[in-house]
């Protein structure tokens, strides 16, 4: 079965300075990896995906992630975080084989500060 | 404007009173799947539907009802609802059946059972 983990529930950043959200995955293949953003009272929007390819993935609003299939992982970053980034973030899994199942982990809340 | 929608936002109701929360899409998406949120639980999945007349459980399924009898909707039923199904419910849609396919979410209904 697919899981996906996000070690951290809540994280704090000063605006200006960079930014990384961690995402492990298990999956028995290599899986179709997703991040989503949620603002406050929204519903969810895709920052990026990863199927195959080149591991270093680009996003919207600056965003990028890295697949690392030796760690399990699909870390997201930014270099410079704005307040407009506070939001709840998901990492996500699709599966190749039970295409409907979908897993999402449980969240990271990223609060900037001034 | 390519949207999903769910009627109604907020809905307040008692233990036992059966109800339906509506979920349409106008992007002629093949996939459609509901979610419910709660804190620190991250998203999970209720039911999902591959295309018209196909629907599967997915990890949280118990006191839940769906279908799909047009390809635009689907419809998520509590026959008769409980305290525990108190939560934040998202639909989702995405263009093709593969786990590579974005998903995109409707606004959110927040649901309360007294």
């Known amino acids: 079965a697919q899981s996906v983990t996000q070690p951290d529930i809540h994280i704090t950043v000063s605006e200006g300075a960079s930014l990384e959200l961690r995402c492990n995955y298990s999956?028995?293949?290599?899986?179709?990896l997703f991040w989503y953003v949620q603002s406050p009272g929204q519903g969810l929007q895709l920052l990026l995906k990863?199927?195959?390819?080149?591991?270093l993935v680009q996003g919207i609003k600056g965003f990028e992630a890295e697949f690392k299939r030796s760690q399990s992982s699909f870390n997201l970053r930014k270099p410079s975080v704005h307040w407009s980034d506070a939001a709840e973030y998901f990492c996500?899994?699709?599966?190749?084989?039970?295409?409907?199942?979908?897993?999402f982990g449980d969240g990271t809340t990223l609060t900037v500060k001034p | 404007e390519a949207q999903v929608t769910q009627n109604p936002r907020y809905l307040i109701t008692v233990t036992g009173k059966k109800l339906t929360v509506t979920c349409s899409q106008n992007?002629?998406?093949?996939?459609m799947s509901w979610y419910r949120q709660d804190p620190g639980l991250g998203l999970r999945q209720i039911y999902y539907?591959?295309?018209?007349?196909?629907?599967d459980k997915g990890d949280v399924p118990e006191g839940y009802k769906v279908s799909r009898k047009e390809k635009r909707n689907f419809p998520l039923i509590l026959e008769s609802p409980s305290p525990n199904q108190t939560s934040l419910y998202f639909c989702?849609?995405?263009?093709?059946?593969?786990?590579?396919?974005?998903?995109?979410f409707g606004p959110g209904t927040r649901l309360t059972v007294l």
């Open positions: 990863y199927f195959s390819g080149d591991t």
């Open positions: 989702a849609s995405a263009l093709g059946t593969s786990g590579n396919n974005e998903q995109f």
């Open positions: 539907s591959m295309n018209v007349e196909v629907t």
């Open positions: 999956y028995g293949a290599t899986p179709y």
């Open positions: 996500a899994v699709g599966a190749g084989t039970n295409a409907g199942k979908s897993t």
């Open positions: 992007m002629n998406h093949e996939y």
